[in-house]
């Protein structure tokens, strides 16, 4: 069992707070794809994370409780991403088709509600906006959902003509494309903002 606390959560921090994180290729837009780049060594399936709080209340609750653990941790089952944004991160855990919103400087963790109704299968890689959006690939239904921080389904991004299985997503913010790699094809399919494939 690991515990993301210490230099894990500083190397946290210091992803949700940097402007160009992977130093060895200068890029004029925020890469929050942690999973390929650290993730692995940060989260990993049985990781806990202390010192945070979350609601769980009633039957659900009690139920997610013996899952996860008390109140002030959460227990992560199958970390598959992990996206931010000054001082914000979302954690994407597949096994418990649940995306945990962290705020690190008031070191509250909450999960982001009933967003796993959306997906046909698991969800996959997330790239967090400045305006605290984020967009989630579920490869399955070859689709990438957009959502509000609240969880609120914004558009879906699918063309089955192009995108087949989608494993990655970025936004270039400036003009609002979403770039959508598709690992069956090996391409990748640019949307506009209103989810229209260009």
């Known amino acids: ?28 837009y925020r890469d929050t794809g942690l999973s390929q780049k650290v993730g692995d060594e940060l989260l990993t399936p049985d990781s806990i994370i202390m010192g945070g709080s979350q609601s769980l209340g009633g039957y659900t609750g009690q139920f997610q ?23 914000l991160l979302y954690i994407v855990d597949a096994g418990a088709r649940t995306v945990y919103k962290y705020d690190l400087a008031m070191n ?10 959306h997906f046909k299968g698991n969800m996959g ?19 990438v959902l957009h959502f ?33 790699a598709d690992g069956s094809f090996s391409h990748i399919v640019v949307f506009n903002a209103l989810g229209k494939a260009v």
Not at 65 to 87: C, H, Q, S, Y
Not at 108 to 117: E, L, M, N, R
């Open 1 to 28: 069992m690991v515990v993301l606390v210490g230099c894990s959560v500083t190397k946290l921090e210091k992803f949700a707070t940097e402007k160009d994180y992977n130093k060895t290729t200068p890029r004029t």
């Open 65 to 87: 409780r013996m899952m996860i653990g008390n109140e002030d941790e959460i227990k992560l089952i199958e970390p598959v991403a992990v996206g931010g944004t000054e001082g």
């Open 108 to 117: 509250d963790i909450v999960p982001v509600k009933d967003i796993a109704v």
């Open 125 to 143: 890689h997330i790239y967090v906006a400045k305006d605290r959006s984020f967009y989630i690939v579920d490869s399955v239904g070859k689709q």
């Open 148 to 180: 509000s921080e609240q969880g609120i389904l914004l558009t879906t991004f699918q063309d089955y003509a192009n995108l087949s299985r989608p494993i990655d997503v970025l936004v270039d913010e400036e003009n609002g494309d979403v770039l959508v």
